[in-house]
């Protein structure tokens, strides 16, 4: 029995990287997911490779969750080919990095467009079957460059937004058996890492060398490791902890060590 049996979960970006470690984790522990990305055929694949529980099923679905009639169209057809939805992550995530002097307006927009304004479309779309059902369980990707990072002015103000939102959304959506909470992962391995190794023209384990270097676990974080925390903020054992973000990064916020 898992803590997820009958449970339906949709996985913004959840194509690859975090988002597919979170299904990944949420599918072993009895969901049904919907994996949704900006490629319908890329999230279709992810979800045949989903090893599901019982009668779960899962399913991939195009769409770019700042566009408010992909997103609209998503939440209903997960609803009626999953049977329902109980757990929103909002994970669809970009960069575009670069000192403010060389940032452009489209830099700033995209990434303002993608976090924020998908996470508030994807929550709209989601709280409609959340409050009529009296049941909901959001989760939305922060990060510990909401704390300031060099180079990111767009998306560490995007990722402090979304911890607003998060808190905003807690009390509003508290009183109808919803919970919001974020997690702020710190350097994951992922294809998003490995861009930002690319553009600062190191090689990719070598960055991952320097980053663990620093952190006072020495090690860098994976996708499992902020599954793992996903799970359990989505699930029951959590249902007294709203309006948080839960930074994952080994103690990196804590300071160099
Ligand atoms: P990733 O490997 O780049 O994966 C992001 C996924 O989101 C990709 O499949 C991408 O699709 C999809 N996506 C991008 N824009 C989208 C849109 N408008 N609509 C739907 N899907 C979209 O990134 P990741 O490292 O797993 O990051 C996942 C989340 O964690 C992001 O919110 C990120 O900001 C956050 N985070 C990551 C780290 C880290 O160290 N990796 C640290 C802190 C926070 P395409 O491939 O088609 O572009």
Redesign the pocket.
């Given at each position: 029995m898992g803590r997820y049996d009958g449970r339906v979960a949709l996985i913004?970006?959840?194509?690859?990287?975090?988002?597919f470690g979170i299904a990944e984790r949420l599918a072993a522990e009895g969901a049904s997911i919907a994996v949704?990305?900006?490629?319908e055929t890329?999230a279709a694949e992810a979800a045949s490779r989903l090893e599901l529980q019982g009668d779960a099923r899962a399913i991939g679905v195009g769409?770019?969750?700042?566009k408010a009639a992909d997103v609209d169209a998503a939440v209903e057809r997960v609803v009626a080919e999953l049977g329902g939805l109980h757990v929103l992550v909002n994970?669809?995530?970009?960069?575009r990095d670069n000192l403010l002097f060389k940032m452009t307006e489209e830099d700033w927009d995209l990434v303002m467009?993608?976090?924020l304004k998908?996470a508030f479309l994807m929550c709209k779309a989601a709280q409609k079957v959340f409050v009529e059902q009296k049941y909901g369980k959001i989760l939305n990707?922060?990060?510990?460059?909401a704390l300031g990072n060099r180079g990111q002015a767009n998306?560490s103000a995007a990722?402090m937004g979304i911890q607003a939102f998060t808190r905003t959304l807690a009390l509003e959506l508290g009183p109808f058996g919803v919970n919001v909470n974020a997690v702020?992962?710190?350097?994951?391995?992922?294809?998003?890492?490995d861009?930002t190794a690319a553009r600062l023209k190191l090689d990719v384990d070598e960055f991952r060398r320097l980053n663990a270097e620093h952190n006072p676990v020495r090690r860098v974080?994976y996708?499992e490791d902020?599954a793992a925390a996903a799970a359990f903020l989505c699930s029951d054992e959590a249902s007294y902890i709203t309006g948080q973000t839960l930074y994952v990064d080994g103690g990196g916020t804590l300071g160099s060590a």
């Open positions: 913004t970006g959840a194509a690859r990287g975090i988002g949704l990305d900006l490629d890329a769409g770019n969750v700042a994970n669809a995530g970009i960069t467009d993608v976090h998908g990707l922060s990060s510990i460059s998306y990722k702020g992962p710190g350097f994951t391995v992922t294809e998003m890492t861009a974080g996708p902020i």
